[in-house]
């Protein structure tokens, strides 16, 4: 029996890097399959897992997935009881926007962060294609970086055109197992072919005034890079549905609405239009940026329809 880290997961395939540093083709014992019910993928990338070689053809049988020390979800597609484990056992998440080409909503946004609050991971912003933007563009960066770094989260600004601030990135990645998520055509996968040329990984052109390639990837995926740690690349992510949240606790996940909520008067208080409600009243006047509660509203309406 060998112990090996998921490097990337098709749901039917796996490749498992064992300790020697060898990258092996994995498939799943069958009992694995039906071991956790509402998730449609048991084994996903960055699992610790054991598995048995067969010596013949140098593949091996996974058989059991060790213990997650934490793990990322979205909604699977078209099953709305199920979801799909985008990866587990991570250090930090950055979840890549751009405010053009494409323009990434604010509400897709807060689903991601309030997600990776929920499974306590660590996430930063990183604003894409700076070189792009012209003053309207410029304006509206400034104000969304400014409402996100005031409640904690910080904003690194990337250009990959210009080289702008990838050291930074990379310093913050080192000896880290990170995972990058966004829109198609955030420059996901350029992003990585810049921190790991041998990488190689393809991209679509979407036109030239883009500057950078539309991303591809259809399965995660974790990749070595050479200063160290891992960066797992995800398939363009068009909406984040929550899960596992029941309505009373999903303000706990908007800090700045559970930090206000203390002073509302009733303990249950859902802040929608409960009487003696701290969070209504912040948010009139400006203490809670009003873009943070419509997400709140939509995500407490249940409406993911715009932005899946």
Not at 47 to 67: A, C, R
């Amino acid at each position: 029996m060998e112990k090996g880290i998921v490097l990337k997961s098709t749901g039917i395939h796996y490749k498992v890097l064992n300790s020697d540093g060898f990258v092996m083709d994995c498939s799943i014992k069958g009992k694995l399959r039906i071991k956790e019910f509402q998730i449609t993928n048991p084994i996903a990338v960055g699992d610790n897992v054991l598995f048995e070689t067969d010596k013949k053809d140098e593949s091996g049988i996974i058989t059991e997935v060790l213990d997650r020390r934490n793990y990322i979800l979205r909604k699977a597609t078209n099953l709305s009881k199920q979801s799909q484990i985008i990866a587990s056992n991570i250090d930090q998440v950055f979840l890549m926007i751009t405010i053009i080409l494409p323009e990434t909503q604010v509400e897709f946004i807060d689903r991601f962060l309030i997600t990776a609050e929920a499974y306590r991971i660590t996430a930063k912003i990183i604003i894409n294609k700076t070189d792009l933007y012209k003053e309207a563009e410029i304006e509206k960066m400034n104000y969304l970086e400014s409402m996100y770094t005031k409640i904690g989260y910080e904003c690194i600004r990337l250009s990959l055109y210009e080289n702008t601030n990838l050291d930074s990135l990379i310093l913050q990645m080192k000896d880290k197992t990170s995972l990058i998520s966004g829109n198609s055509g955030v420059g996901k996968t350029t992003l990585l072919n810049t921190l790991n040329p041998e990488l190689r990984l393809k991209t679509a052109k979407i036109s030239d005034s883009h500057k950078q390639g539309k991303h591809i990837t259809t399965f995660p995926e974790m990749h070595n890079m050479p200063f160290g740690g891992f960066v797992i690349d995800t398939p363009g992510i068009r909406g984040f549905g929550v899960v596992d949240m029941e309505k009373n606790e999903i303000y706990h996940f908007f800090r700045e609405i559970f930090r206000i909520s203390e002073y509302c008067r009733f303990n249950n208080c859902l802040h929608l239009e409960e009487p003696g409600c701290a969070v209504r009243v912040a948010v009139e006047k400006g203490e809670i940026d009003f873009l943070r509660y419509r997400s709140y509203l939509n995500i407490m309406d249940g409406d993911n329809r715009k932005y899946r």
